[in-house]
Structure formats: structure tokens, C-alpha cells
């Protein structure tokens, strides 16, 4: 039963256009989500996160939305850069009593941008 | 600063062998984990250590064993390896568990193949 869904696995965008990168979740336990980017034969990298208390939040070029009503968060880039390309991961975690704790990712979507 | 460094970066192995996958910290993060990633599929999480001296299973934990030896360094054993655990493996810390101080920081991974 996959918590964490990324349903697109591939995405292509032109150079200085937006891309957006999309993540639903079912667990309403989550209460912190994060996105992180990896390139080929390396470890992922953190880009972004949001609390489930907000609704927005923006780093640079990188904004994440968080619409909990609906479980789905989206990841916009904007403009998006060729350096962009990479596989996106999104994470979603819980921590609970006694020092119990989730963290779950989507399987990622990989994101080609187009010079 | 080399943040999070793991070793070795490739490994073969016979089933039934042994190993121990090596990680180590440098950023005086209190919390570390082990992820597996397999082809199609996100990052699971095998086993995570809240801080030194303590040890909790996560995902995927079967076949694997771990030892946090002091807050720098978290150690993953394969005691008989298997070939569905063919596999990236990725080691990660953080300041803590969940909220702001969950940002995981990864090292580069090790590949591991169980013939």
C-alpha cells in the first residue's frame, strides 16, 4: 500500500518554462513533507520542505504547496534550468509518541529539461 | 567537511556471505539511517537510529542488522546475504527526528550485488 504517490514517472519541460511535480499522500499521520533531488549515482539531496501547518513555502526558484484537504502536494520550479534534470523524490513523515517515527517516499519523477 | 561518507562504494557478493556497510557523519547530526533504493521504486527505509544508542527498524527490515557505534558512525550488516538484496544502499543523518530538523543529508551510496 504505497503512502507516498508520485503518479507521473517522467516529466519534460522546456528551458525557462515551469515545471511542476506533483505528490498525494494517504496518511493523515504526516505532518512534515520534503522533497529532495538525485542525480544518477549519487545520494539524494534536500531541496525543500513544508510543514503541515502551512500551506506554501519558497526557497529561490523552488516552491512547495501543500492543499492538506486534498492530501497533494506540488513542487513548482520556476524558471527551470537544464541543471534541473533529475529524478524528484517526494517524502512525507510522522513523528509519534515515543520517539516512534515514519518516513516514507514516493518512488520519484524523473524530470527532463529542455534546452 | 565531508558530511556523509560511506563505504565501500561497490561490493559483490556470494549468497550467504557477510558484510557490513560503513557510514560515518562529520556534521554532529544526532540521528542516522540506512535506506535501500531498487530499480522503480523510492528510497525505503531499513533502519534509523534516533541517536546514539539507540536503534529502531524501519520499511524493510528483515535480513539486516545494525550498531550505531557512537554518534559519528552507523554500521548495516547483511549476516547472509541474499540476492533480493541487490540493491543501492544509502546511509543518512539529520539533526533530528521529524519536523525542521528532519533535512536528511545522504552520502553516495553503495551498490551492492548478491549473486
Known amino acids: 500500500d504505497q503512502q507516498v504517490k508520485q503518479n507521473s514517472p517522467s516529466l519534460s519541460v522546456q528551458e525557462g518554462r515551469i515545471s511542476i511535480l506533483n505528490c498525494d499522500y494517504t496518511?493523515?499521520?504526516?505532518?512534515?513533507f520534503l522533497w529532495y533531488k538525485k542525480y544518477p549515482a549519487e545520494g539524494p539531496t534536500f531541496l525543500i520542505s513544508?510543514?503541515?501547518?502551512?500551506d506554501k513555502n519558497e526557497d529561490g526558484r523552488f516552491t512547495v504547496f501543500l492543499n492538506k484537504s486534498a492530501k497533494h502536494l506540488s513542487l513548482h520550479i520556476v524558471p527551470s534550468q537544464p541543471g534541473d534534470s533529475a529524478v524528484y523524490f517526494c517524502?512525507?513523515?510522522?513523528?509519534?509518541?515515543?520517539?516512534?517515527?515514519?518516513?516514507?517516499f514516493g518512488k520519484g519523477t524523473k524530470l527532463s529539461v529542455i534546452p | 567537511n565531508a558530511g556523509v561518507t560511506q563505504t565501500p562504494k561497490f561490493q559483490v557478493l556470494k549468497t550467504g556471505q557477510s558484510m557490513t556497510l560503513q557510514c560515518a557523519q562529520d556534521?554532529?547530526?544526532?540521528?542516522m539511517y540506512w535506506y535501500r533504493q531498487d530499480p522503480g521504486m523510492g528510497l525505503r527505509l531499513i533502519y534509523y537510529?534516533?541517536?546514539?544508542?539507540?536503534?529502531d527498524k524501519g520499511e524493510v527490515p528483515n535480513g539486516y542488522n545494525v550498531s550505531r557505534l557512537n554518534k559519528r558512525e552507523f554500521s548495516l550488516r547483511l549476516e547472509s546475504a541474499a540476492p533480493s538484496q541487490t540493491s543501492v544502499y544509502f546511509c543518512?543523518?539529520?539533526?533530528?527526528?521529524?519536523?525542521?530538523?528532519?533535512?536528511?543529508?545522504f552520502g553516495p551510496g553503495t551498490r551492492l550485488t548478491v549473486l
Open positions: 543518512a543523518s539529520s539533526v533530528s527526528l521529524g519536523g525542521t530538523g528532519n533535512e536528511q543529508f
Open positions: 496518511n493523515s499521520m504526516f505532518d512534515y
Open positions: 513544508i510543514s503541515s501547518i502551512k
Open positions: 517524502a512525507a513523515s510522522a513523528l509519534r509518541g515515543a520517539g516512534s517515527y515514519q518516513l516514507t
Open positions: 556534521m554532529n547530526h544526532n540521528s
Open positions: 537510529s534516533a541517536s546514539e544508542g539507540t536503534t
